[in-house]
């Protein structure tokens, strides 16, 4: 870390169920690490960050630690705090968000299944927080949309300017999450990511293009991308 930038934590949301997967996504194994582990390295690497908090699935802490030994931290894995999520992602968050040191201006929140995600990236989003109050990786809508009906025939096209897909890490200003412990915001559904949470507080994210792969495995057949683009990010090292 270098001391010049302001506290910055990063909370790495690893406390997903994987039912879509069919099984622990975030264990399955790309080169001989498993899925999380590269988020974590990431974020190690990556200069202004200073602690992490890893949520995971409850009661799973030790499996996580022990497969954090395949990256060898030695006196880096002082910065790692694991600690258990609860049962949907803003429950996680939460959990995270309330062990978080109060020392810290800036909190970076990713989902541990983008392993894809890089030390460049994520300082480039943190530095553009640092200025905005709060910024986000995200690309733009390129494919046609529609609207179905509810019988999943297309009903009505909607229009693709000024939308974006949403991606991670997110980093924003700590005191405006703060928020979040306390209430909803008046939302009226749980929020999917926390771009949507500090809209309702008049709060708005800088977003940052993004064009380079940051797939979240959701599914299995996404692992198999996953571990070609890795494999096209060690033959270029």
């Known amino acids: 870390m270098t001391s010049h930038y302001p506290s910055t934590a990063a909370l790495l949301v690893a406390a997903g169920s994987g039912s879509r997967f069919g099984g622990d996504k975030l264990m399955a194994m790309i080169h001989d690490k ?37 990256l060898h931290l030695g006196q880096a894995s002082t910065m790692i705090h694991i600690i258990a999520g609860g049962s949907t992602r803003h429950e996680s968050v939460l959990a995270g968000l309330r062990l978080v040191s109060p020392t810290t201006e800036f909190i970076a929140i990713h989902d541990a299944a983008r392993p894809l995600i890089t030390r460049q990236q994520i300082e480039r989003v943190c530095k553009a927080a640092y200025e905005a109050g709060a910024a986000a990786l995200a690309h733009h809508i390129t494919d046609t949309l529609h609207r179905s009906d509810d019988n999943e025939k297309a009903a009505e096209t909607v229009d693709r300017t000024g939308l974006w897909s949403m991606e991670t890490p997110q980093v924003f200003r700590a005191l405006y999450l703060e928020h979040l412990l306390n209430r909803r915001c008046g939302l009226q559904h749980v929020p999917t990511d926390e771009v949507a949470a500090l809209l309702c507080q008049g709060i708005k994210t800088q977003l940052i293009e993004h064009h380079e792969p940051n797939i979240k495995v959701t599914y299995a057949h996404d692992l198999t991308l996953v571990r070609a683009y890795c494999s096209l990010q060690e033959d270029e090292k």
């Not at 498993?34 to 499996?63: D, R």
């Open 34 to 70: 498993p899925l999380f582990t590269y988020s974590v390295k990431a974020f190690l690497e990556a200069s202004m960050i200073s602690s992490i908090l890893l949520v995971v699935p409850p009661k799973n802490e030790g499996a996580f630690a022990t497969a954090l030994d395949v």
